[in-house]
């Protein structure tokens, strides 16, 4: 079970002021706020976790079929047009009932947040901040409930949720102290005579449009990291996972969220369209995949008329995510990273391991042990926590399918390559590997987003670091080896944003792991970082010539000596 961690951020309102801490501006005094520590994992073998799972799924179920209004500056509202999010596991089974926005709604989510801007901009700090941590302790007392929404709308097993949940918290803890951290910031150095500050002031309206497959964690991270820097947002969750994010807003809401803070619309692809070219929304945080990404980096890129900045894109995109395993390697455990890279959530994640290239000295006994291990997978309802479950959708299990047609013709099955019956008629297809696939393959270089891995076979370290970086992307990537100088090669050569030495290309953690690309797998904006917040803020330089005002605390100041 989860403790509810307790915080308290005092402000103290100090005199204008100059040592190395801060620079002529009003400062926080933060206690009994503890340094950041991730989420811990819930072991679901004990009784009691699997209990209150359980009993959250039931709660959840007991809900089911609900109607969730959008949220315009903080107003239910209703429109003409529904649709229906549904069980991936069971598509008969209707997650929720949710109002689809049309043109003037769009319009209406842009200027409440508009009009909230105005004062929220202007809130200090330490009030956003406490808003994100307030946030964070209600998620942490609901956790199970949220487990269950993801289980049951977009399919995850317990593990999964329970690391979407926790990521969750983690991005709203952790971005509540950068926000603290950035606000003290100062310039390198004071130029004598002069008091120098430098600011970081938010943007404006934003867009936030988050993926299905991280549907509470990457939504909320996008959306705190933009409120908690003072900018406003138009939220747009994916139509496959719309009921996550309505109950996101209203537990933002319960938390005190002022009106037109974070607006909910929702919709199809002309809704975000909208959003994007519109002239007074300056800053676009998207993840997906790289053919929307890249529309909207085009998009935001052509100025509209009464647009007088540039909008601002993050953009967190695909990957082609490789594992390389040398002969030198501990086997079972590069056997293990790479099945619980690939197939963890059925391969639905940007940084999953798409491919494994693996030394020709270990090639045969590799394969042999991948297959025992893929084999012993089990598949079913994520509800019932099954190792792998569905894909997210039809269309989705269609693309894999073909994907896995294909690779019938080019290289050799090893295990898997069909869909699977399973009560319920859910998306169901095996976890499926093909061994002797061709570098420059299809499968070896297009994005699948499925439970599909290709081994490759390499001759030596330099041709597994030349296939290792042959595709358009450059997310994740991993390494398994016992020599020092093979990892330090890859630490400088393997050229991807996320790069792990003897461990899994999957499960970044936020703090030690800030998470982004290269190359086409987006803007490497690094969630999760130091760097993070700054991409919601614009910095501002204030020099002041000393001696015209506030003569009394200059004397002090030189008295001190400052």
């Not at 206690?31 to 359980?54: G, H, I, V």
């Amino acid at each position: 079970m989860h403790a509810l961690r307790s915080f308290s951020v005092v402000t103290e309102s100090l005199p204008l002021s100059y040592n190395e801490h801060e620079v002529f501006m009003r400062t926080n005094s933060v206690t009994n706020l503890p340094p950041f520590s991730n989420e811990p994992f819930t072991d679901f073998t004990t009784a009691e976790n699997k209990r209150a799972m359980q009993e959250a799924l039931s709660r959840a179920r007991a809900e089911l079929g609900h109607t969730y209004d959008l949220s315009i500056a903080g107003a239910a509202t209703r429109t003409t047009t529904t649709f229906h999010s549904v069980n991936p596991a069971t598509p008969s089974e209707i997650i929720g009932v949710h109002y689809a926005a049309g043109a003037k709604e769009t319009l209406d989510t842009i200027h409440a947040a508009q009009e909230a801007f105005a004062a929220w901009r202007r809130t200090h700090v330490s009030d956003r901040v406490e808003l994100l941590l307030r946030a964070a302790a209600m998620i942490r007392e609901r956790h199970f409930d949220f487990c269950a929404w993801l289980t049951l709308e977009v399919g995850k097993n317990w593990a999964e949720a329970d690391a979407d949940v926790g990521e969750t918290i983690d991005f709203l803890e952790f971005y509540a102290r950068e926000a603290l951290r950035l606000d003290s910031a100062t310039t390198p150095i004071q130029y004598p005579g002069e008091r120098n500050q430098l600011r970081y002031i938010p943007l404006g309206v934003g867009a936030v449009i988050p993926p299905w497959n991280f549907p509470l964690a990457i939504m909320a991270g996008m959306t705190a990291a933009s409120i908690v820097t003072g900018n406003t947002v138009v939220l747009k969750p994916s139509p496959d996972a719309p009921t996550i994010a309505a109950r996101f807003i209203a537990l933002m809401q319960e938390a005190g969220l002022p009106d037109g803070v974070i607006n909910l619309v929702q919709g199809g692809p002309e809704v975000g369209r909208t959003i994007v070219e519109h002239p007074q929304v300056r800053f676009i945080a998207f993840t997906g995949s790289k053919k929307v990404g890249l529309e909207i980096h085009e998009r935001a890129a052509h100025t509209q008329p009464g647009q007088h900045f540039i909008k601002r894109t993050v953009l967190e995109l695909g990957g082609k995510d490789t594992i390389i395993v040398e002969g030198d390697c501990d086997l079972d455990a590069a056997v293990d990273g790479v099945t619980a890279s690939a197939f963890g959530f059925n391969g639905q994640k940007c940084s999953a391991c798409s491919r494994v290239i693996v030394a020709d000295s270990i090639y045969d006994t590799f394969c042999d042990r991948l297959k025992l291990r893929v084999q012993a997978l089990t598949i079913g309802a994520p509800s019932e926590n099954f190792q792998t479950g569905p894909v997210i959708n039809e269309a989705a299990k269609k693309r894999v399918l073909d994907y896995i047609a294909t690779g019938k013709q080019e290289s050799r099955l090893l295990v898997g390559g069909s869909e699977k019956d399973l009560p319920g008629s859910g998306y169901y297809i095996e976890p499926t590997v093909f061994a002797d696939v061709a570098p420059t393959s299809r499968l070896a270089q297009e994005e699948i987003f499925g439970p599909v891995l290709a081994v490759i076979r390499s001759t030596n370290f330099d041709d597994a670091l030349t296939i290792a970086n042959n595709t358009e992307y450059g997310l994740t990537g991993a390494i398994y080896t016992a020599s020092r100088d093979t990892l330090n090669r890859a630490s400088h050569e393997f050229h991807v944003g996320n790069l792990y030495l003897n461990r899994k290309c999957t499960g970044a953690m936020v703090g030690a792991h800030p998470f982004g690309g290269f190359n086409m797998s987006g803007t490497d904006s690094k969630a999760g970082g130091p760097d993070y917040l700054t991409l919601f803020t614009q910095a501002k330089s204030i020099a002041e010539k000393r001696g015209y005002v506030n003569e009394a605390v200059e004397e002090q100041e030189e008295r001190m000596g400052i």
